[in-house]
T-cell receptor, first 113, second 115 residues
Framework: DVKVTQSSRYLVKRTGEKVFLECVQDMDHENMFWYRQDPGLGLRLIYFSYDVKMKEKGDIPEGYSVSREKKERFSLILESASTNQTSMYLC????????????FGNGTRLTVT | GNSVTQMEGPVTLSEEAFLTINCTYTATGYPSLFWYVQYPGEGLQLLLKATKADDKGSNKGFEATYRKETTSFHLEKGSVQVSDSAVYFCALSDETSGGYQKVTFGTGTKLQVIP
């Protein structure tokens, strides 16, 4: 069974802080993703990566960056946290086939005060 | 671009009632279609999928049929249980012009089943 682990379930940070959200998967998947989930908006893609050291912008990359130094680990970075980045953040990985499903972590609920 | 539209929630049903959650999509290619479920406090998990027209995905009593002519993938279950209370997301996966597989989600439908 694929396991995607996010390092924190809950985080509270102050405006302007640099925030790191960590995600690790154990299925040797090439593709990893960061989404944010907000009520009424569903899931929106922030960034994704299809290989080590590769990254692509999703639909809402502003205010975020990512790092993928190893295949199993994909980090989301909030360079200077703002209150509008308060949200649930979901990491996912998947295989290469079109019909490969996404495997999600349990999410990190980030509150920026 | 691609999009997924699913019915607004929340949906409240009594136990053993019939469930339908509507989902329609627009896509430029030939997408794979998915339903994901999110139980309280958890991430999303795959419920079922279908990869081509007229395919039926099924799991845990849930079913959905890929209808290309109506661009729909409605989720159904004959008899819901309290344990089915969750948020359900319809999604499609399609290849972008850059050659990547991109997944587009609907906004989710919250289902509450009461005893």
């Amino acid at each position: 069974d694929v396991k995607v682990t996010q390092s924190s379930r809950y985080l509270v940070k102050r405006t302007g802080e640099k925030v790191f959200l960590e995600c690790v998967q154990d299925m040797d998947h090439e593709n990893m993703f960061w989404y944010r989930q907000d009520p009424g908006l569903g899931l929106r893609l922030i960034y994704f990566s299809y290989d080590v050291k590769m990254k692509e912008k999703g639909d809402i990359p502003e205010g975020y960056s990512v790092s993928r130094e190893k295949k199993e680990r994909f980090s989301l970075i909030l360079e200077s946290a703002s209150t509008n980045q308060t949200s649930m953040y979901l990491c996912a990985s998947r295989g290469d086939r079109e019909d490969s499903p996404l495997h999600f972590g349990n999410g990190t609920r980030l509150t920026v005060t | 671009g691609n999009s997924v539209t699913q019915m607004e929630g929340p949906v409240t049903l009594s136990e053993e009632a019939f469930l339908t959650i509507n989902c329609t999509y627009t896509a430029t290619g030939y997408p794979s279609l998915f339903w994901y479920v999110q139980y309280p406090g958890e991430g999303l998990q795959l419920l079922l999928k279908a990869t081509k027209a007229d395919d039926k995905g099924s799991n845990k009593g849930f079913e959905a049929t890929y209808r290309k002519e109506t661009t729909s993938f409605h989720l159904e279950k004959g008899s819901v249980q309290v344990s089915d209370s969750a948020v359900y997301f319809c999604a499609l996966s399609d290849e972008t012009s850059g050659g990547y597989q991109k997944v587009t989600f609907g906004t989710g439908t919250k289902l509450q089943v009461i005893p």
